[in-house]
T-cell receptor, first 114, second 113 residues
Framework: GNSVTQMEGPVTLSEEAFLTINCTYT??????LFWYVQYPGEGLQLLLK???ADDKGSNKGFEATYRKETTSFHLEKGSVQVSDSAVYFC?????????????WGLGTSLAVNP | EAGVTQSPTHLIKTRGQQATLRCSPI?????VYWYQQALGLGLQFLLW???????NRGNFPPRFSGRQFPNYSSELNVNALELEDSALYLC????????????FGQGTRLTVV
């Protein structure tokens, strides 16, 4: 079945450091891929998405590219801020027929120190 | 446009009682998902409803149940509450279109004492 594997946290960085959070997936066909962010005490918010191979999603300085050849969707940001401290979730959704179940990674906690 | 709304925001129950959590999806969204998020842990999938029917169920005991109403709002019921049911319960809605993302509510914090 479909699955998402996300790098374990916690990740601790200093402000302005480069961020990479790895996400790989297993799926049949051509799923859609998502990154969500959860700030402390809040629900999840969509950060970015990509719906086909080689698409690059971007938002708030974060980027992720849908790589079908490596089945990956790694999240990157060139210079993190303290306000980026949150939990990040990678997710996929099959687009095949009625199978639109969302599959989630376990989440990666990021702490950015000033 | 109103987002996904969940009620109540906080709920305190004693062990053995029943809890009912409610979710109103974004207008036009037919799918509703329920998740349990225990402190410090990831999302545990509970239930998925679409067009009024249960489409999938996570690995939870039968005392976790729910339903979706004709207006696509949803209820999650937890019977015979146990201490380990204490968690944040998140609801998400999604339109019936491929490639679309889910939108989350702020959650209901359930505390079982």
């Amino acid at each position: 079945g479909n699955s998402v594997t996300q790098m374990e946290g916690p990740v601790t960085l200093s402000e302005e450091a480069f961020l990479t959070i790895n996400c790989t997936y297993t799926a049949t066909g051509y799923p859609s891929l998502f990154w969500y962010v959860q700030y402390p005490g809040e629900g999840l918010q969509l950060l970015l998405k990509a719906t086909k191979a080689d698409d690059k999603g971007s938002n708030k300085g974060f980027e992720a590219t849908y790589r079908k050849e490596t089945t990956s969707f790694h999240l990157e940001k060139g210079s993190v801020q303290v306000s980026d401290s949150a939990v990040y979730f990678c997710a996929l959704s099959s687009n095949a027929g009625n199978n639109r179940k969302l599959i989630w990674g376990l989440g990666t906690s990021l702490a950015v120190n000033p | 446009e109103a987002g996904v709304t969940q009620s109540p925001t906080h709920l305190i129950k004693t062990r053995g009682q029943q809890a009912t959590l409610r979710c109103s999806p974004i207008s036009g969204h037919t799918s509703v998902y329920w998740y349990q998020q225990a402190l410090g842990l990831g999302l545990q999938f509970l239930l998925w409803y679409d067009e009024g029917e249960e489409r999938n169920r996570g690995n939870f005991p039968p005392r976790f149940s729910g339903r979706q109403f004709p207006n696509y709002s949803s209820e999650l019921n937890v019977n015979a509450l146990e201490l380990e049911d204490s968690a944040l319960y998140l609801c998400a809605s999604r339109p019936n279109l491929p490639g679309t993302e889910a939108f989350f509510g702020q959650g209901t914090r359930l505390t079982v004492v």
